[in-house]
T-cell receptor, first 116, second 111 residues
């Protein structure tokens, strides 16, 4: 059981470039989400999905797109990278979609993104 | 959005001492309060959680207390060990499918 797998581990982009952060889970979890972690800010929710074909915005969605075509995958797209998007990005999943009060979030090990 | 305040931001203790981290929140509808531990270079991992119908929960050296009236909850670690050194996050549910994280406490346990 691999759990939640994120690729790549590290990425450097120039301003204006686009890229996709990959996230896959093999636990058949319905709920998946993306967080960004910045120093002194904790983790902030970018987008989340309660099942295939369903996505919604979190606290800081601007500049990011997501899609959920399968239960296993939840990629995060940066269409035009900006220095303000320099951060560590975490993908997380859980088996419950009901108010997030029933099951723990399982996190990947993160992607460290630098935008110059 | 909903907010959770976490204190202290850093905490240094000697091995064997106890450590306490406190969080306060504003959303009276929150009913789920997990705590996550994040080691260097890894994603956060759930260590304990508590629901609003319970005032205290223990798991070996870790305990969490919840005061819904005062809207605060705390993490207690007894007999701290160097491997307890990490960043700890208090979390609460806010909205139907979202969790709000505190800003984290860096705990350093010195041998």
């Amino acid at each position: 059981n691999a759990g939640v797998t994120q690729t790549p581990k590290f990425q450097v982009l120039k301003t204006g470039q686009s890229m996709t952060l990959q996230c896959a889970q093999d636990m058949n979890h319905e709920y998946m989400s993306w967080y960004r972690q910045d120093p002194g800010m904790g983790l902030r929710l970018i987008h989340y999905s309660v099942g295939a074909g369903i996505t919604d915005q979190g606290e800081v969605p601007n500049g990011y797109n997501v899609s959920r075509s399968t239960t296993e995958d939840f990629p995060l797209r940066l269409l035009s990278a900006a220095p303000s998007q320099t951060s560590v990005y975490f993908c997380a999943s859980s088996y419950s979609t009901r108010g997030q009060g029933n099951s723990p979030l399982h996190f990947g090990n993160g992607t460290r993104l630098t935008v110059t | 959005g909903e907010n959770v305040e976490q204190h202290p931001s850093t905490l240094s203790v000697q091995e064997g001492d106890s450590a306490v981290i406190k969080c306060t929140y504003s959303d009276s509808a929150s009913n789920y309060f997990p705590w996550y531990k994040q080691e260097l270079g890894k994603g956060p991992q759930l260590i304990i959680d508590i629901r609003s119908n319970v005032g205290e929960k223990k798991d070996q050296r870790i305990a969490v207390t919840l005061n819904k009236t005062a809207k605060h909850f705390s993490l207690h670690i007894t007999e701290t060990q160097p491997e307890d050194s990490a960043v700890y996050f208090c979390v609460m549910n806010s909205g139907y499918s979202t969790l709000t994280f505190g800003k984290g406490t860096m705990l350093l346990v010195s041998p």
